[in-house]
Every structure is written in structure tokens, then in C-alpha cells.
């Protein structure tokens, strides 16, 4: 059986949450209980698979550059039930995994694995830590994939602020709490399962990355590609 990702711990945060002045936290009330929905249905959720499409807009050059990838979400209890952490007799303790690959125009990536992260390029096991601006953006692409994904209501009410984007989609706007490299996020979500289906980052300069899930696949045996590397 999955454990609760929206365990009896975050359900007393939320409700603490609640009980104070939501206006002074600056939190919206719509937001959270769209955030507690979608975090019971995210309790089902335990392997995420879709192939995407990137488009970046540079403002400064009016210029847009297209990619194609895939990714792949593993959370910690689906990687406790696979056959290789059952018969490891030294295995380490399950993890959320995601593998985020670009295949078009450049094979390359973000590879986050027991609680750690770091890019990769043409080869998801040799990893390396990002050290170049552009390098950073992709990082930074990942790590809000990853929160967006697992759809944690307390982590999410803990690192943004949080509002409904549009009272007619099930999606939500997101303002970083911390400085990163994005200022404002929104994200669309499947009124049904849940699952992330749209993602616009926009950095404080204009660009904006805008990420499309296809071919979306909800608690289904990862592909090979993905399983292999996640381990």
C-alpha cells in the first residue's frame, strides 16, 4: 500500500495555516484548498512518464528555440516495490527519483536521485554539477518540475506563493519564495488524476521557458529507458 504523501503532518500544517490570518501570510485560501485536492490525488500517483516539448522565447533576441525530451518520476514508494531494491541485499533506502532528458537538439539532462541532483550529457550516469548560466536554467527547469510533479501542499505553501491562474483550468500561479532563476511559475494540472500537464517559467528579464507533457502515463511499469537509470 503507498504512504500518504499528504500525511496527518501536513493536513495539521495546512489547518494552522488556515486558522491564522491567511491575508497576513499572504495566502490565498482558494489556492490551498486546490493545493489539499490535489495533493490527495497525488497520493496515487506513483510513477509519471511523459514525453515533452520545450519552447524557449528569448525577449532580448525575439528569438524562440524549440526541444524534445522525456521524463520520468519514480517516487519512493513504487522504487521500495521494484525487484532490484527487493533482492539488493546492500541497496540504499527508496528515494524519489526523476530523470528529466532533453533528445532534441542535444542528448542531455537532469538526473535527481536520493535527495541529490545534477546534470548529464549524453550519458544519464555520468552526472556533473552545473557551473555555467545556461546550464543553471536547466537545473533550475528541473528542481521546479520536481516539486510541481510530486505536488506536496506543504513543501509548495512552504517555497511559494501560491494563487488560482485561471478559475476555469485547474492551474495555478506560483511566485518563488527564495531567489532562483524563475519569478513567476504557472502550472496546469489534470482536473482527473492530478498529474502535471503544463508548465510556464518566466525569468524576471522576459524569457520564458514553456513545457508541454505528452503521452502522459500514470502508475504504468517505466520504460527501460527511464527505469535503468533511476536505480
Not at 17 to 35: G, R
Not at 122 to 151: C, M, W
Not at 162 to 177: I, R
Not at 209 to 219: A, D, L, S, W
Request: proline share 4%.
Amino acid at each position: 500500500m503507498l504512504s500518504h504523501l499528504f500525511s496527518w503532518s501536513a493536513a495539521l500544517l495546512l489547518a494552522v495555516l488556515f486558522a491564522t490570518n491567511a491575508q497576513a501570510l499572504d495566502i490565498n485560501e482558494d489556492a490551498v484548498a486546490f493545493l489539499q485536492k490535489l495533493g490527495k490525488q497525488n497520493q496515487e500517483i506513483h510513477t509519471f512518464c511523459a514525453n515533452f516539448v520545450q519552447v524557449k522565447k528569448v525577449a532580448t533576441l525575439n528569438r524562440t528555440l524549440s526541444s524534445k525530451g522525456y521524463v520520468c518520476l519514480r517516487k519512493a514508494e513504487a522504487a521500495a516495490n521494484t525487484p532490484q531494491s527487493q533482492s539488493s541485499e546492500n541497496v540504499y533506502p527508496a528515494s524519489d527519483a526523476l530523470l528529466f532528458a532533453y533528445t532534441k537538439p542535444v542528448s542531455s539532462g537532469f538526473i535527481f536521485r536520493q535527495g541529490k541532483g545534477n546534470l548529464w550529457q549524453e550519458n544519464p550516469r555520468k552526472t556533473f554539477v552545473a557551473t555555467i548560466p545556461g546550464q543553471s536554467v536547466v537545473v533550475a527547469i528541473a528542481e521546479h518540475i520536481y516539486a510541481l510533479l510530486v505536488a506536496n501542499p506543504t513543501n509548495l505553501l512552504a517555497n511559494y506563493n501560491v494563487s488560482p491562474a485561471n478559475t476555469k483550468a485547474a492551474s495555478l500561479h506560483f511566485t518563488p519564495y527564495r531567489q532562483t532563476t524563475f519569478a513567476q511559475i504557472e502550472a496546469l494540472y489534470h482536473r482527473e488524476d492530478g498529474g502535471l500537464r503544463n508548465i510556464s517559467l518566466r525569468e524576471a528579464n522576459g524569457d520564458s521557458v514553456e513545457i508541454t507533457f505528452q503521452g502522459v502515463h500514470i502508475n504504468d511499469i517505466l520504460p527501460r529507458h527511464c527505469e535503468m537509470y533511476l536505480h
